[in-house]
C-alpha cells in the first residue's frame, strides 16, 4: 500500500489512467541495478529514484573525477575524488528518501555478478566497457533477469532491451566484440548531454517493463543520432547460434572476457616488447586495428631513425598535441630508451586517454632485436 | 540503382566525416564494392577475409537486418551501417 506522503509523492503518475496506483505499487515492490554510475547510470539513476523504485542499486568502482562533471549529473564539483556508488546513494536518498539505495563499491566480475544480480529484478546497464557489457548480458541471459542496455559514443546513441522468452539478447545483435575495435568514451568523447538522453530512455524503458505498460525495445534496436536529432528503430531477431540464448548455448557460466582484466582506475599502460609491437602490427593488416604509433623523441632523433609509421611530437610538446592523436586505435609510444615514452603514456592517460602502450626499451631495443643496421640518435 | 547510405561514426574517417554517402548496388555486395572504391580500406572494417560481416558490425537494409551479403537492394533502399559502442 502507498502512504500518503507517497500518493502525494507520485501523485502525477497516479493520475494516469494506465499507470495508476498499480503502476506505482509495481515499482515499490521493484529492485533494479544499475551498472555503472557514469554517464548513463546518471539520469537513470535520478530519474528510477524520483519515480519511485522501491529498491535501487548501483554499482561502480571508481571514484568521481574533474571531466566526470561535464555529463555525470549525479555528482558535484566538491565531491571529486569521492566513491561514486556511495556519493550516489546519498544524492538518490536525497531526491527520494521513501526508497532504499544499496551502493556496491566493487568492480563486477564473473565471481560476483550472479550473487549480486540475484538480489534484483532487472538490470539497467550504463556500464562503459564492452567487457562489462557482455558480462551483464549473460548474466541477464542465464539467471533470467530483464535488461534495459545502452551505449553512447560522440553524438551517437543506442538502446536495447531484453526479457527472458520475450527478446532477443545483446549477444544476438553483436556476438562479439572486441575492445580494440570499439572506441569507448575516453577514447572518443561525447556530447555530455547525450547520455542524458539515452539515459533518461533507459529510466522510461525500466518502468514500462517493470509497470507492464507499453511496447518496451524487445528485439528493437533503437538509435539516436543528436547532430541530426533523428531517431531511427531497427528490427534484429534471436540468433539459433547465440553463444548464451541459443538452442546450442556454449556460455553456461559467466566468465569474464580478456578486457574485464583490464582496470581503468588503476593505470593501464602496456609495456610491448619489440617483438610484441612487430606481432601487433602484422595482426593490424588483418583486423585492420592498427596502433597509432608515436614518436616522442626530438626531431634530429627521428630524423636519423624511425619505425616506417610513426609520427613524431616530441615529448615537451605532447600535452598541447594530444588532440592530433587519432582516438579510434591503440596508442603506442616510442622513444630511444623507453624513459620518455612511459612519461607520454603516464601524460596520455592522465589527459583520459584509453588503449595505450609504450615499447619497452625504446628504439635501442627495437634496433637490437630486429634491426640491427638501424642507427639510433643519441638524445643531445 | 542508387542508394543511400547511413555511416556510424567509427567509421566516417573513410567519408570525410560525412555521415551519410550514395552508393550503387543491385545486391548488398556490390554496394560495399562501390563503396570501397569511393572509400578504400572502409569494406574491410565491416567485411571479414571469409566473407563475413564482421561481429561487431550489423547491416540493415531500411529496418531490417541483412542476412548475407547477397541480400538483393529494391530501388529506394536505404543501408545503415551499424557499429557496437561500447560508451557510457
Redesign the interface.
Known amino acids: 500500500m502507498l502512504s500518503a506522503a507517497e500518493r502525494a509523492r507520485y501523485d502525477r503518475h497516479l493520475l494516469l489512467p494506465e499507470f495508476g496506483a498499480a503502476g506505482q505499487e509495481r515499482l515499490k515492490s521493484a529492485r533494479v541495478l544499475i551498472v555503472g554510475a557514469g554517464g548513463l547510470g546518471s539520469p537513470a539513476g535520478l530519474y528510477l529514484a524520483a519515480a519511485g523504485i522501491g529498491t535501487l542499486g548501483l554499482i561502480d568502482h571508481d571514484r568521481v573525477e574533474l571531466s566526470n562533471l561535464q555529463r555525470q549529473v549525479l555528482f558535484a564539483s566538491d565531491e571529486i575524488g569521492a566513491p561514486k556508488a556511495g556519493t550516489a546513494r546519498r544524492r538518490l536518498l536525497a531526491l527520494n528518501p521513501e526508497i532504499s539505495v544499496h551502493a556496491h563499491e566493487f568492480k563486477l566480475r564473473a565471481a560476483n555478478a550472479a550473487e549480486l544480480l540475484a538480489n534484483y529484478d532487472l538490470v539497467v546497464d550504463g556500464s562503459d566497457r564492452l567487457a562489462t557489457r557482455y558480462l551483464v548480458n549473460d548474466a541477464c541471459v542465464l539467471l533470467g533477469k530483464p535488461l534495459v542496455s545502452a551505449a553512447i559514443h560522440r553524438f551517437e546513441g543506442q538502446a536495447i532491451s531484453y526479457a527472458p522468452e520475450r527478446a532477443p539478447c545483446y549477444r544476438c545483435l553483436f556476438p562479439e566484440v572486441s575492445e580494440q575495435v570499439v572506441p569507448n568514451c575516453a577514447e572518443a568523447g561525447v556530447l555530455g548531454v547525450l547520455p542524458g538522453v539515452m539515459g533518461s530512455l533507459q529510466a522510461l524503458e525500466a518502468i514500462k517493463i517493470l509497470a507492464g505498460i507499453g511496447t518496451p525495445l524487445f528485439g528493437r534496436l533503437l538509435t539516436f543520432d543528436a547532430l541530426a536529432m533523428s531517431w531511427q528503430e531497427f528490427h534484429f531477431t534471436r540468433r539459433e547460434d547465440c553463444a548464451v540464448c541459443g538452442a546450442h548455448a556454449s556460455i553456461r557460466t559467466l566468465r569474464d572476457s580478456a578486457g574485464a582484466e583490464l582496470d581503468n582506475s588503476s593505470s593501464a599502460i602496456e609495456a610491448l616488447q619489440p617483438r610484441e609491437l612487430q606481432a601487433r602490427q602484422q595482426r593490424a593488416a588483418i583486423d585492420g586495428a592498427a596502433p597509432t604509433l608515436v614518436d616522442v623523441r626530438q626531431p634530429h632523433e627521428f630524423a636519423l631513425s624511425h619505425l616506417p609509421a610513426a609520427r613524431n611530437i616530441p615529448l615537451p610538446d605532447l600535452e598541447r598535441r594530444l588532440p592530433e592523436i587519432p582516438l579510434h586505435f591503440p596508442v603506442v609510444f616510442i622513444c630511444r630508451s623507453g624513459a620518455r615514452s612511459l612519461a607520454a603514456a603516464k601524460l596520455a592517460e592522465h589527459a583520459g586517454m584509453g588503449a595505450i602502450a609504450h615499447l619497452e626499451g625504446g628504439m635501442l631495443a627495437w634496433a637490437a632485436e630486429l634491426a640491427p643496421a638501424m642507427r639510433i640518435a643519441p638524445p643531445d | 540503382m542508387k542508394h543511400r547510405v547511413r555511416i ?3 567509421l566516417r ?1 573513410y567519408t570525410a566525416g560525412a ?1 551519410q554517402v550514395s552508393a550503387e548496388g543491385e545486391t548488398l555486395d556490390d554496394l560495399l564494392a562501390a563503396l570501397e572504391r569511393a572509400h578504400p ?1 572502409m569494406r ?2 565491416m567485411i571479414d ?1 571469409q566473407q563475413r560481416i ?3 558490425m ?1 547491416i ?1 537494409i531500411n ?3 541483412a542476412g548475407t551479403l547477397a541480400s538483393a537492394l529494391a530501388p529506394g533502399d536505404e543501408v ?1 551501417l ?7
Do not use: N, V
Not at chain 2, 82 to 88: E, K, M, R, T
Open positions: 556510424p561514426s567509427p574517417s555521415a580500406g574491410f572494417r577475409e564482421r561481429p561487431h550489423r540493415f529496418t531490417h537486418e545503415h551499424i557499429c557496437a559502442l561500447s560508451g557510457g
